[in-house]
């Protein structure tokens, strides 16, 4: 058996190697066209491993009672509740900075009875 999966390997060594000796024989546009669907696929594939890596390692949030009922906590959906309490923290800090700002402070500087002449 481990005979039989070593040639297996080294026949898809030979294939994959002459298949990228044909690509690096061919034209520009056809090199562009593979590296635009290579990269797509392995962006795909990273993201992919991202999702089950995040999926894998966050923890489920306790069933906690909300106006809405839910089923499944979806990466979307956290994204989405994460990002929908950002922006209400913003607009509160906003807020508040604005408040600071339209206060009226008033400054009163009363002499303390000394008075500077210049000397000539």
């Not at 040639?7 to 593979?34: C, F, H, P, W």
């Not at 306790?62 to 106006?67: F, Q, S, V």
């Not at 339209?102 to 009875?113: D, L, R």
Request: aromatic content about 10%; hydrophobic content about 40%.
């Amino acid at each position: 058996m481990p005979g039989f999966l070593a040639m297996d390997l080294e026949k898809t060594v030979e294939k994959a190697r002459k298949g990228l000796q044909k690509i690096q024989r061919s034209e520009n546009k056809t090199k562009k066209r593979y590296l635009a669907v290579l990269s797509l696929l392995a962006m795909i594939i990273v993201v992919g491993l991202w999702f089950f890596y995040l999926q894998a390692t966050l923890p489920h949030p306790a069933a906690i009672e909300t106006e809405e009922v839910r089923d499944e906590d979806s990466f979307f959906r956290t994204i989405g509740r994460g990002a929908k309490n950002i922006i209400e923290g913003l607009k509160n800090q906003f807020t508040e900075l604005k408040a600071n700002f339209s206060q009226v402070k008033e400054f009163s500087v009363e002499g303390g009875g000394a008075e500077f002449t210049p000397s000539p």
